[in-house]
C-alpha cells in the first residue's frame, strides 16, 4: 500500500512538473518567434519610404497619410502585414487582428497594438529618448523610426492559467 | 506470465516517458538555434539583396561550431539571384531532429523540420 502511494505521489509530482516545463516552453518559444518576426516586419515596413520626400532628403513613411498635399499609399502596413503574414503562418483583414491559421504555432490572436512611425514628417532632433506612456517600452531613437509593439496570449499546452504575451521592435535610419 | 509482460510494459512505457520531457527540451533548443541563425541571417541577406555563399556558410558554421549539428544533415536553401529594392528575398534551413521517445515504440516523428522566412531586400543598385 505504502509503495503504492509512494509512486502515485511520484507519477503525479512528475506530471506536474513536465505540465510547468511544456507550458513555460510555450511561452518562451512564442515570445521569441513574435519578436523575430517583428523585427522582420518592422524592417518591411520601412522600407516602404516616400520618393518625392525621400529626394528633399527627408525620411517619410508610406502610412496613408497626407503629407504636403500628396496622399502616400498605405505601403508600410501592407509590407509589415504581410511579413507577420508568412512568417508566422496567420492571416489578418485589415493588418491590425492577425488570426492563426491551422498550421501556425500561435493559437489565439494577435493584435498589433501600436505602429509608430517616427519620422521627418514633423521637426525632430536626433537623438531622443521615446518612450510610450501605456506599455513601458523606451528606447533611444537615432534617425526616422518605425515601432511595432504586438500582444498576443501564450499558447500554452497545459492548462495552467494564461500568460500574456507583449513584444515591440523598432527599426531606424541612423541619421 | 502475465505479471512479467505486465512489467516488462510499464517499463518500457516508463522509460519512454521518463526521459519525454528533457528530450523535447532539447527539440526545442535546436528550434531556437536554427530560428535565431535563420533571423539573423536573413537581415543580412537583405542588405546584400541575396543569400550570398558566405552568409550562407556562416549560417551553417553557427549551426555546426555552436550548436553541434551535423553539417552534412543541414540543407540552407537562399534566393542566390540578386533581388532588388522592395522585393521579397526567402531563405530555408531544414535540419536534422533530435529523438523525443528513448525507445522507438510509437508512431515515428518526422526526422527532420524546416523552417522559412521571408523579408523584403534594401539592395540598391
Redesign the interface.
Known amino acids: 500500500m505504502g509503495t503504492a502511494l509512494r509512486t502515485i505521489l511520484l507519477v503525479l509530482l512528475?506530471a506536474i512538473?513536465?505540465q510547468i516545463?511544456?507550458n513555460l516552453?510555450a511561452d518562451?518559444?512564442a515570445t521569441?518567434?513574435m519578436k523575430?518576426a517583428l523585427?522582420?516586419a518592422t524592417?518591411?515596413a520601412a522600407?516602404?519610404v516616400d520618393p518625392i520626400s525621400f529626394s528633399n532628403g527627408k525620411i517619410i513613411f508610406q502610412n496613408g497619410e497626407t503629407v504636403n498635399g500628396n496622399l502616400l499609399p498605405n505601403n508600410a502596413l501592407e509590407?509589415f502585414k504581410k511579413?507577420i503574414e508568412?512568417?508566422l503562418n496567420v492571416s489578418s483583414s485589415g493588418g491590425y487582428l492577425y488570426t492563426p491559421t491551422s498550421n501556425s504555432f500561435f493559437k489565439n490572436n494577435l493584435s498589433l497594438v501600436e505602429l509608430i512611425y517616427l519620422d521627418d514628417r514633423v521637426d525632430r532632433t536626433y537623438p531622443f529618448t521615446y518612450s510610450h506612456p501605456e506599455y513601458d517600452f523606451t528606447q533611444n531613437i537615432d534617425g526616422p523610426s518605425v515601432i511595432a509593439i504586438m500582444i498576443t496570449e501564450s499558447p500554452r499546452w497545459f492548462v495552467g492559467g494564461t500568460t500574456v504575451i507583449r513584444q515591440a521592435a523598432v527599426y531606424e535610419y541612423k541619421k | 506470465m502475465s505479471k512479467t509482460l505486465a512489467e516488462w510494459m510499464t517499463l518500457f512505457i516508463a522509460i519512454n516517458?521518463?526521459f519525454?520531457?528533457i528530450l523535447?527540451?532539447v527539440d526545442?533548443l535546436n528550434?531556437?538555434a536554427v530560428?535565431?541563425v535563420l533571423?539573423e541571417g536573413?537581415?543580412k541577406a537583405?542588405i546584400e539583396g541575396r543569400f550570398t555563399p558566405a552568409i550562407i556558410q556562416e549560417m551553417k558554421d553557427t549551426l555546426v561550431n555552436k550548436y553541434h549539428f551535423d553539417s552534412n544533415k543541414i540543407t540552407i536553401q537562399g534566393t542566390q539571384t540578386l533581388t532588388p529594392?522592395?522585393q521579397y528575398i526567402e531563405g530555408s534551413i531544414k535540419a536534422p531532429r533530435s529523438f523525443i521517445f528513448v525507445l522507438d515504440i510509437f508512431n515515428p516523428s518526422p526526422s527532420t523540420f524546416e523552417k522559412d522566412?521571408?523579408?523584403?531586400s534594401?539592395y540598391i543598385n
Open positions: 512528475f512538473i513536465t516545463q511544456f516552453d518562451k518559444t521569441r518567434q523575430n523585427e522582420i524592417h518591411d522600407l516602404a509590407n511579413s508568412s512568417n | 516517458i521518463m519525454a520531457p523535447s527540451y526545442s528550434r531556437e530560428e535565431v533571423a536573413a537581415k537583405s529594392r522592395n522566412i521571408k523579408i523584403l534594401e
